[in-house]
């Protein structure tokens, strides 16, 4: 049930891009993005809802193919603040709309360098 | 805005003690949430309230585990008796929820715990 993440640890230099993944096995009402700096708590970037909405940062840009059920985070222009643990936290949907539960995956581990 | 208020920072406990955790959400939220996260299962979703009523606490390991939320502003995670294996960082976080939407989860600074 947890979603799966890919690559598990990316390597850039300031400037470049990087593309993480976000695959889950189950019919997705959201998915959200979070960063986690070494020893901080994660915080929120995207949230992206079936239909199309989303709600987040504009310098960051995400997709969610809901036929698919998956999401892809799409960094641009790296920075060295961009370096951290990336999440995704995949949520479904009841009769009520979205449950509010996430189900965060195993994590892509980002590092920038000079 | 404060932000959410977690406390203590850092616990750490001898194997069989009582461990209380506390939060503070952000003022006007409805939703609170604790996870705990560790290097082998990474961060987990233990309970969830809305409205302060429980509304999933399947992942709550075991009995060992209870959570409260008297009030709108106030929660505790008890681990009464506690082992080794919890020992992990413990987050609360909090959210508005209005209408069955989805919205985003603001995370506390953590209890780390170590129960030796």
């Known amino acids: 049930q947890q979603p799966v993440q890919s690559p598990q640890a990316v390597i850039l230099r300031e400037g470049e891009d990087a593309v993480i993944n976000c695959s889950s096995s189950?019919?997705?009402?959201?998915v959200h993005w979070y960063r986690q700096k070494h020893g901080e708590a994660p915080v929120f970037l995207m949230i992206?809802?079936?239909?199309?909405e989303q709600k987040g940062h504009e310098k960051i840009s995400a997709s969610f193919n809901e036929k698919k059920q998956q999401s892809s985070l799409y960094l641009t222009a790296s920075q060295l603040s961009y370096s951290g643990t990336y999440f995704c936290?995949?949520?479904?949907?009841?009769?009520?709309?979205?449950?509010?539960?996430?189900?965060f995956g195993t994590g892509t581990l980002l590092a920038v360098q000079p | 805005d404060a932000g959410v208020i977690q406390s203590p920072r850092h616990e750490v406990t001898e194997m069989g003690q009582e461990v209380t955790l506390r939060c503070k959400p952000i003022?006007?939220?409805?939703?609170l949430f604790w996870y705990r996260q560790t290097m082998m299962r990474g961060l987990e979703l233990l309970i969830y309230?809305?409205?302060?009523?429980?509304?999933?606490d399947s992942g709550m390991p075991e009995d060992r585990f209870s959570a409260k939320m008297p009030n709108a502003s106030f929660s505790t995670l008890k681990i009464q008796p506690s082992e080794p294996r919890d020992s992990a960082v413990y987050f609360c976080?909090?959210?508005?929820?209005?209408?069955?939407?989805?919205?985003?989860?603001?995370f506390g600074p953590g209890t780390r715990l170590t129960v030796t």
């Open positions: 976080a909090s959210s508005l929820r209005l209408a069955g939407g989805s919205y985003e989860q603001y």
């Open positions: 189950k019919a997705l009402y959201s």
């Open positions: 992206l809802l079936k239909g199309g």
């Open positions: 936290g995949t949520e479904m949907g009841d009769y009520g709309g979205a449950t509010n539960k996430l189900i």
């Open positions: 003022s006007g939220h409805n939703s």
């Open positions: 309230f809305n409205n302060n009523v429980p509304i999933d």
